[in-house]
């Protein structure tokens, strides 16, 4: 069972444009939201962090949207470029425990 | 900056076979996680320590081992190596407990043949 679920699996934007990544949670008790961005071959990289006491959050291009009352959040990439060409993650993760649950991913290509 | 260092970066053993792999949390953070990713899957947690006691527990084979050591290095020690094995295992570092950003390391690929 995937405690946190990713949409869309695949991603093809072109440069300039805004990806959009969905994540939904079940669990009411998750309290911390990062977003990853992997290249292949390598580790995943924290891009931005949002809690739920926090409807939004913004770090240069990417922006976290967060709705606690549907249990939804989202990465927007602004102004995608070819070099954001890459798999991201969302993640949560609660008070007290010190794992993240994963979502499945999301293959983002932008296209030159 | 500093980040996280593991060790070895590749590894290719046989069934039945042993490895060790290590991680070096970033300077300071005394909290480190283990996680596992197979081919296009997302990164799985397996385990992890906060000041050298294990703190919580995930997908972990009983084959596997792991610990943390006074310097905050952290060893996960895999036995009787099977093909499902294979995947690329990352360790990440936090500081403080209940601190939630994760940092990760470049992950070993572990390969068994």
């Known amino acids: 069972q995937q405690q946190v679920k990713q949409s869309p699996q695949s991603l093809i934007v072109q440069k300039g444009g805004i990806s959009i990544i969905n994540c939904a949670y079940e669990?009411?008790?998750?309290?911390?939201f990062p977003w990853y961005q992997q290249f292949p071959g390598k580790g995943p990289a924290l891009l931005i962090a949002i809690r739920p006491d926090v409807s939004e959050k913004k770090e240069g291009r990417f922006t976290i949207s967060f709705n606690k009352s549907a249990k939804q959040f989202s990465l927007h990439i602004m102004d995608s470029q070819p070099g954001d060409s890459a798999t991201y993650f969302c993640a949560a993760s609660m008070s007290g425990t010190y794992k993240y649950i994963f979502g499945t991913g999301t293959r983002l290509k932008v296209l030159a | 900056a500093a980040g996280v260092i593991q060790s070895p970066r590749h590894l290719i053993k046989e069934k039945r076979e042993t490895a060790t792999l290590k991680c070096y949390p970033i300077p300071r953070h005394d909290t480190v996680y283990w996680y596992q990713q197979g081919p296009g899957q997302d990164p799985q947690f397996l385990i992890s320590f906060y000041e050298k006691m294990q703190s919580d527990k995930g997908s972990i084979p009983d084959r596997f081992s792991a610990q943390q050591f006074s310097d905050y290095h952290s060893e996960l020690n895999m036995s009787s190596l099977e093909l499902g094995d294979s995947a690329l295992y990352f360790c990440a570092s936090s500081l403080g407990q209940g601190i939630h950003e994760q940092y990760f390391g470049p992950g070993t690929r572990l390969t068994v043949t």
């Open positions: 669990n009411t008790a998750f309290d911390y």
